[in-house]
């Protein structure tokens, strides 16, 4: 029973697409991310939702919307997909017990390619 | 500003032998700092953290350990095995902001 599930986990689109990842939880945690792994193998944190509000917001493009539908929900729709959105995209969850402790729990990531 | 830094990309170890894979940090309002596991095509997954209360925290074959004042963890895996060839990453929370640092791919070597 997956704790963390994201799908789709392999992606292959054309420039100028529109596309959504979606990820969900079952361990009944407040908060979920999503992190971007580029090229150079950096993971990077893009968004954070907690209980269904934005609280973190990193310098991405408008063109990538998370959306939470609830809270065990975060899914990341990307419109008008460039080349440089290549990347394996990482959901991650996280018991909110307080601002720095504790430990995120990653889905599988998604694996994004723009042609 | 990578404010968590690996900065060896990669390293070979001999199966029973002593792996140690380093991190340095800048901020110093990081309190707590955690390392994680990444398998090819897999999601990080947890392996040990450690509070800056303390200097030392073992678990199993993996020790990580802290020195504060030089900004500094480190991770001892002893003794190695090939099932511990990953990519590893450190971490730290600040603000429930998750900073990564960009891993060290260990080769545990038969």
């Known amino acids: 029973d997956t704790a963390v599930s994201q799908t789709p986990k392999y992606l292959v689109t054309q420039m100028g697409n529109d596309k959504s990842i979606k990820c969900e939880q079952n361990l009944g945690h407040d908060t979920m991310y999503w992190y971007k792994q580029d090229s150079k193998k950096f993971l990077k944190i893009m968004f954070s939702y907690n209980n269904k509000e934005l609280i973190i917001n990193e310098t991405v493009p408008n063109r990538f919307s998370p959306k939470s539908p609830d809270k065990a929900h975060l899914n990341l729709h990307i419109n008008s997909l460039e080349l440089g959105d290549s990347a394996v995209y990482f959901c991650?969850?996280?018991?909110?017990?307080?601002?720095?402790?504790?430990?995120?729990?990653f889905g599988e990531g998604s694996r994004l390619t723009v042609l | 500003d990578q404010q968590v830094k690996q900065n060896s990309p990669s390293l070979s170890v001999q199966e029973g032998r002593i792996s140690i894979l380093n991190c340095d940090y800048t901020n110093s309002m990081f309190d707590y700092f955690l390392w994680y596991k990444k398998y090819p095509a897999e999601g990080p997954t947890f392996l040990i953290s450690?509070?800056?209360?303390?200097d030392k925290n073992e678990d199993g074959r993996f020790t990580v350990f802290l020195n504060k004042s030089a900004k500094h963890l480190s991770l001892h895996i002893v003794p190695s095995q090939p099932g511990d060839s990953a990519v590893y990453f450190c971490a730290a929370p600040l603000a429930y902001k998750y900073i990564f640092g960009t891993g060290t791919r260990l080769k545990v070597l038969a």
């Open positions: 450690i509070s800056s209360i303390k």
């Open positions: 991650a969850s996280y018991l909110a017990g307080g601002p720095n402790t504790g430990e995120l729990f």
